[in-house]
Structure formats: structure tokens, C-alpha cells
């Protein structure tokens, strides 16, 4: 199953909500995502403009956006950004499809050779 980098910020009032009512974040996240047919890696806390990231494993693009979605319309956010990761064969596998594509850039009158 595809994998899914989520980068978060919470709003001032979810800290203020989590410091009066704490919780382990991860064990509801965690539930919530597998309600969908989705796995949570693991979720990390961070310092800096992100206050969490989260690694989701998914059945599909659909779906992960589905939950992209609920979170992000919750309000419960300052930010939720969603990442497809790749594997490292996916990855050679696109290396290959770009190398046979002739992209034709803006101003360019010929395709730049793959």
C-alpha cells in the first residue's frame, strides 16, 4: 500500500484543548485510521512551523485524500499538508518513464532531450 507523509499545525486552541485534556494523540489517530483501512506508522511531535508529522499507509490515493479531507475541515489545523512518498523502485521506475518523455518548456520551441 502507498505510503503518506502528513505535516501538521495545530491551532493555538488545540494546544490549549490538549493541555487541559491530555491524551496520547497517537493511539486516536491511530484508531481513526485504521476505521478507514488505513495504518499509522507512527506520529511524531516537532518543534518549528510543523508540530507533527505523521507516516500513513494507505490502500489509495482516494482514500488518503478522504482523510486528508475530515482532518483538514475539522479546524482542528493551522496547516495539514499531505506527501505521496515513493519507493526507491517506484522511483527508478518513474526515472524510466521520464527518460523515453520529450518535454516541450515554456518559450522552447524543441523538447529537451530525455
Known amino acids: 500500500m502507498p505510503l503518506y507523509m502528513a505535516q501538521l499545525g495545530y491551532t493555538a486552541q488545540s494546544w490549549?484543548?490538549?493541555?487541559?485534556?491530555?491524551q496520547n494523540r497517537e493511539e486516536?489517530?491511530?484508531a481513526m485510521l485504521a476505521d478507514a483501512g488505513c495504518t499509522l506508522h507512527h506520529?511524531?511531535?516537532?518543534?518549528?512551523?510543523?508540530d507533527a508529522f505523521a507516516?500513513?499507509?494507505?490502500?489509495?490515493?482516494?482514500?488518503?485524500?478522504?482523510?486528508?479531507?475530515?482532518v483538514a475541515s475539522?479546524?482542528?489545523?493551522?496547516?495539514?499538508k499531505t506527501t505521496v512518498l515513493m519507493t526507491q523502485e517506484e522511483t527508478l521506475q518513474a526515472l524510466e518513464k521520464a527518460a523515453g518523455i520529450a518535454y516541450v518548456g515554456p518559450g522552447a520551441r524543441e523538447a529537451v532531450p530525455a
Open 28 to 30: 486516536t489517530v491511530r
Open 55 to 70: 507516516l500513513i499507509e494507505a490502500p489509495d490515493n482516494v482514500t488518503a485524500a478522504g482523510i486528508a479531507i475530515a
Open 43 to 50: 506520529l511524531w511531535f516537532a518543534f518549528g512551523e510543523d
Open 16 to 22: 490549549a484543548a490538549m493541555v487541559e485534556s491530555r
Open 74 to 80: 475539522s479546524g482542528s489545523f493551522r496547516h495539514f
